[in-house]
C-alpha cells in the first residue's frame, strides 16, 4: 500500500528542495538544459503511455492527445532550449544623470522553491507546461497533478521520477488533504490551474506567507456571430473549438455564442449540419470526442440542462448516458440569462446561444458579465474587428477561430479580472517564475559632494535639477545665475 502523505512529508520535501536551491543546483544553464532535454525525451518514449493514460482518464482521442496536449508541450521545451540563453542574460537599463556615472541591468533571478497545482482536463500540458517555465527560470520545483485525472497523475509521477532530477524536481500526488498539507509550506510562488473556487483557497493560504501566485483560472468565453461572416468556416471553427477540444471541458471553451435574432435560424442551421459531419447522426457514438471526465460532472452539467426554462431550448442534442459518462453535442437557443448555464461555467458539451437585436446589445452583454478568459468574434467587418479587439475586455482575443491564441508562445496566456491572475507560455512562463532584479553597478569616479551635509541652497538646487534632468537649471546653478 502506498504511504500516506502526512505533514512531515510535506515539510521535508520543502527543506530537502531548498537544500538544493541554495546549493545552487538549479541555477546553472547545463542543469536547466539537462532537464528541460529530459522532459523532451518524456515526450519522445512515451506518447503512446501518455495517449493511453488520457483515454483511461478522458477518452481523449489520439489526435487531441497527440496534437493538444504532447505536440504542444514539445513546442514549448523546444522554444525554451533555443532561447534560455537570451530569456537569462541581463537586460541592459538605461541610467539618469542622478547616478551617473553608472550602468544598470535587469537580472532575471529564480525564485527558489516553487509550487505547481494542475488540473485534470489538459493533465499533461497543464502539468508539464508550467514546470517548463520553472525548470527554465531555475527553480526547484514540486508538482502535484490533478486526481481526478489518476492515470494520467501516476504517469506524470512515473516519468518525472525516472527522468529529472530529484533533488530538485519531484511529484506528489493526491487530493485535498495532500494540497493542504502543500499549501501549509512557504512557496516562493505557487502556480494553480483549475476552478475559481479552489483559486481562493489558493490565494488564501499563500497570504499567510505572502507567497505571489499565478492563477489560471476559467470563465464564460462568448462567441459573437456577425452576420458579415463565412458562416461554414466559422461553425466548423467553433465545433472544432468546442467539442474538437476535450468535448468543451477547456477552459478557453467557447462557453455560449452571441448573435442576432435575424441571423440566429442559419446559425443553428450551419451547426447542425457540420455537427453531423463531423460526428454522425448519433454523437453518443462518436470515438472524436472525450467523455465527462466523472459522475460529478456529469451531475453538474445535467442541473444546468434541466433547469426549468432551460430543457425547453434544446434544438439539437440533449441525450446523455450517465453510466458511459456521455452527454450528446447539444445547442440549446434563448435560454434566460439568469440560469445557471449563463452564470456557472459550462465546461462541457452544452452549447446556448443567445439572440438579440443588434451588435450593440452583444456588447452590452460581454460587458455585463466578469471579463472572460477569452472572447471570440466571427467577422469579416474591418471595423468591427478593431473595436471588438479594443474594447472587449478578456484574457486574450480571437478573431474568426477559437483557442489558437494558446498555441502562439510569443503571446502571454493568461486572464484578467476573475479569470485569472499573471499569465506564462514562452518567455512569459520564465518570467512568471523570475524575479525581475535591479542591479545598479557605481564606481566610486564622480563622487558629488552635493549630496552630503552640510546642505545649503546652491546644492538643493543643484540635486533638484539634477533628479528632474534639467539641464538647463544645472548649468545656471553650476555657473552661478540665480
Ligand atoms: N486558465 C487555464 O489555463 C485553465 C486550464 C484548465 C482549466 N482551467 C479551469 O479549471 C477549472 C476546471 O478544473 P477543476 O478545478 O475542476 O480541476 P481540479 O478539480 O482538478 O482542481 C484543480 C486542482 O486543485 C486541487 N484542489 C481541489 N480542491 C482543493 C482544495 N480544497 N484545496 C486545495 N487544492 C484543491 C486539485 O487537487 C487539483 O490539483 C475550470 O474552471 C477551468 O476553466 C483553467
Not at 527558489?112 to 493533465?123: E, K, T
Request: aromatic share 8%; hydrophobic share 45%; with cysteine.
Amino acid at each position: 500500500m502506498a504511504k500516506v502523505f502526512q505533514a512531515a512529508d510535506a515539510t521535508d520535501l520543502v527543506t530537502d528542495l531548498r537544500r538544493s536551491f541554495d546549493a545552487g543546483v538549479t541555477r546553472a544553464y547545463e542543469w536547466r538544459v539537462t532537464q528541460l532535454k529530459k522532459l523532451l525525451l518524456i515526450c519522445d518514449n512515451h506518447e503512446p503511455e501518455i495517449v493511453s493514460a488520457l483515454h483511461d482518464d478522458l477518452g481523449k482521442p489520439e489526435l487531441e492527445s497527440s496534437v493538444y496536449e504532447v505536440a504542444l508541450l514539445r513546442n514549448s521545451i523546444n522554444l525554451a532550449l533555443k532561447q534560455l540563453k537570451d530569456w537569462m542574460a541581463p537586460d541592459k537599463a538605461k541610467t539618469s544623470l542622478t547616478t551617473f556615472p553608472a550602468s544598470a541591468e535587469i537580472v532575471s533571478e529564480p525564485l527558489g522553491v516553487v509550487l505547481v497545482i494542475s488540473a485534470w482536463n489538459y493533465p499533461f500540458l497543464l502539468s508539464i507546461d508550467p514546470v517548463i517555465g520553472a525548470i527554465s527560470a531555475g527553480n526547484a520545483v514540486v508538482l502535484k497533478p490533478s486526481e481526478l485525472a489518476p492515470a494520467s497523475s501516476s504517469l506524470l509521477a512515473t516519468l518525472l521520477e525516472q527522468y529529472l532530477d530529484s533533488s530538485a524536481v519531484r511529484v506528489v500526488e493526491g487530493a485535498v488533504t495532500e494540497t493542504t498539507l502543500l499549501l501549509e509550506q512557504k512557496w516562493d510562488k505557487i502556480f494553480y490551474t483549475g476552478s475559481s473556487r479552489i483559486g481562493r483557497l489558493i490565494m488564501l493560504a499563500a497570504a499567510k506567507h505572502l507567497t505571489p501566485v499565478v492563477l489560471e483560472l476559467g470563465g464564460k468565453s462568448p462567441v459573437v456571430i456577425d452576420s458579415d461572416t463565412n458562416l461554414k468556416i466559422s461553425v466548423k471553427r467553433i465545433i472544432a473549438g468546442k467539442w474538437g477540444c476535450n468535448n468543451g471541458q477547456a477552459c478557453i471553451s467557447p462557453d455560449y455564442i452571441l448573435t442576432t435574432k435575424e441571423f440566429s435560424p442559419k446559425v443553428i442551421d450551419a451547426l447542425k449540419q457540420e455537427l453531423e459531419a463531423f460526428y454522425g447522426k448519433n454523437p453518443m457514438e462518436s470515438k472524436d470526442m472525450s467523455r465527462i471526465v466523472n459522475s460529478n460532472h456529469f451531475d453538474r452539467l445535467s442541473k444546468m440542462l434541466e433547469e426549468k426554462e432551460v430543457s425547453d431550448k434544446i434544438v439539437y442534442g440533449g441525450q446523455k448516458n450517465r453510466d458511459i459518462l456521455k452527454i450528446a453535442t447539444t445547442i440549446l437557443v434563448d435560454v434566460p440569462l439568469d440560469s445557471l448555464i449563463m452564470n456557472e461555467e459550462i465546461f462541457g458539451p452544452l452549447l446556448p446561444i443567445i439572440t438579440l437585436n443588434n451588435l450593440e446589445e452583444i456588447f452590452d452583454v460581454i460587458r455585463s458579465r466578469p471579463k472572460p478568459l477569452a472572447a471570440y468574434l466571427f467577422t469579416q467587418n474591418q471595423k468591427l474587428k478593431e473595436r471588438f479587439a479594443m474594447t472587449v475586455s478578456a484574457g486574450g482575443i480571437v478573431v474568426n477561430d477559437i483557442a489558437v491564441h494558446l498555441a502562439v508562445p510569443t503571446l502571454p496566456f493568461g486572464g484578467v479580472g476573475e479569470s485569472e491572475t499573471g499569465s506564462y507560455h514562452g518567455k512569459f512562463s520564465f518570467d512568471a517564475f523570475s524575479h525581475k532584479k535591479a542591479v545598479l553597478y557605481k564606481s566610486f569616479i564622480g563622487d558629488a559632494a552635493i549630496r552630503y551635509p552640510p546642505y545649503s541652497r546652491g546644492k538643493l538646487r543643484l540635486l533638484k535639477a539634477l533628479v528632474n534632468s534639467n539641464i538647463v537649471e544645472i548649468f545656471r546653478v553650476l555657473l552661478g545665475f540665480s
